[in-house]
Each structure stands twice: as structure tokens, then as C-alpha cells.
């Protein structure tokens, strides 16, 4: 099946440190989006950014995309222990149905 | 507003077995979903409905049906379990195909 690639695998920063996480396909992308999974639950979703947009901005998370190089990051800035989870993208193509990543999973330690 | 509500949380089958996963959403969503999650192999998308009346097979509809009963509710029946198909499921809602999703909290399925 076709699966976006997300790097790294696992992450592991200190609270305070800034968090990066980078999702790329091979098809064309429509929007992009990103989750958070906390163990034992369910996905929240965070962010969608559009083909059409660039950078977007919600609290401590920053997403950009380049869809010349058919990628996007997530930010997240100050990290706390909180935020400790697993962070999955997901491109909408251009047939609407959603291709997800394998997660990226981030343990911000106190 | 509960968001979307599915039950059970927790289920242990017997191979052979069969069970419906309920699924409902509050938010007057057209688009509903079925995932599965196993370690290391991400999410996978069993069935989806675009809108009422509609169902369409995903990645891995393999001994599964499903069954959009209304706007609201989206059930995900296993006939026959079998032990390849212990997973986590998770039921999910968007407002149109392609737009973010609302997630359940999930039903973890052991079929011995």
C-alpha cells in the first residue's frame, strides 16, 4: 500500500528543547495533515495545511509544506512532558482518501 | 457533545466468533471510517462511507462488513474472527472525504 515516510522513527528530547518531525510521499498532495496519539488512545488531529499553503500556526506547533519536494514538517517549540506521543501524518491526494505515515514517537523528558 | 462514541472499549473472541463494533458520531459528519491499528504497520483503512447509503472497501476489507445504518452510526461486524485480525479498531468521522478526522477512543479486539 502506499505509506508516507516519516523520520525520524522515535525522538527524544529534553522539555524546553524545540521538536522536529518530517513526513514526505510520493504522490501528489492535496492537504496534509497531522495527528497526536497518546498511548492506549485515540488520534487528535492538529494541524491541516492546504496544497496552496506554506506555513501554518497553531500555538506551539508550526507546519510547513513544499510540495515541489513533497514534504512537510511539524514544529513543536518548548516541548513539555505532555507532549510526549506519537505524531502521524496523513495526505489527502488528489482522490480525498487519506495515506498515513507510520507515526514518528517523541518522549520529551523532564 | 460526545464527538464519536464507539463500544465496545475491550473484547476477547474466540476464532470463529462473530462481533459488531458500534460506531456513532454527533457532529452531523457525511464521512465515516474503520481503521485498524497493529504495531509497525501504521493505520489501515478497512471501510469507509462517504456519506449515508454509501460504503466502500478500503485497504484490508478482508472478513469484515460494515454497515452505515444512518447519518449517525457506522457498525464494523467481523462474521468469523480469526486471530489475524486482533488489532486495535478505531471508528472515525470527517465532515467530507479528504477533510481531518474525529477519532473514537478505540476497541482493542484479542481473538484467541
Known amino acids: 500500500s502506499q505509506q508516507g515516510e516519516e523520520d525520524p522513527q522515535a525522538l527524544s528530547i529534553q522539555e524546553g528543547e524545540n521538536a522536529t518531525m518530517n513526513c514526505s510521499y510520493k504522490t501528489s498532495i492535496n492537504n496534509l495533515q497531522w495527528y497526536r496519539q497518546n498511548s492506549g488512545r485515540g488520534l487528535v488531529h492538529l494541524i491541516l495545511i492546504r496544497s496552496n499553503e506554506r506555513e501554518k500556526h497553531s500555538g506551539r506547533l508550526r507546519v510547513t509544506l513544499d510540495t515541489s519536494k513533497k514534504s512537510s514538517s511539524l514544529l513543536i517549540t518548548a516541548s513539555r512532558a505532555a507532549d510526549t506521543a506519537s505524531y502521524f501524518c496523513a495526505n489527502a491526494g488528489n482522490n480525498r482518501k487519506l495515506i498515513w505515515g507510520l507515526g514518528t514517537s517523541l518522549a520529551v523528558n523532564p | 457533545n460526545a464527538g464519536v462514541t464507539q463500544t465496545p472499549k475491550f473484547q476477547v473472541l474466540k476464532t470463529g466468533q462473530s462481533m459488531t463494533l458500534q460506531c456513532a458520531q454527533d457532529m452531523n459528519h457525511n464521512s465515516m471510517y474503520w481503521y485498524r491499528q497493529d504495531p509497525g504497520m501504521g493505520l489501515r483503512l478497512i471501510y469507509y462511507s462517504a456519506s449515508e447509503g454509501t460504503t466502500d472497501k478500503g485497504e484490508v476489507p478482508n472478513g469484515y462488513n460494515v454497515s452505515r445504518l444512518n447519518k449517525r452510526e457506522f457498525s464494523l461486524r467481523l462474521e468469523s474472527a480469526a486471530p489475524s485480525q486482533t488489532s486495535v479498531y478505531f471508528c472515525?468521522?470527517?465532515?467530507?472525504?479528504?477533510?481531518?478526522?474525529?477519532f473514537g477512543s478505540g476497541t482493542q479486539l484479542s481473538v484467541l
Open positions: 472515525a468521522s470527517s465532515a467530507w472525504t479528504g477533510e481531518y478526522l474525529f
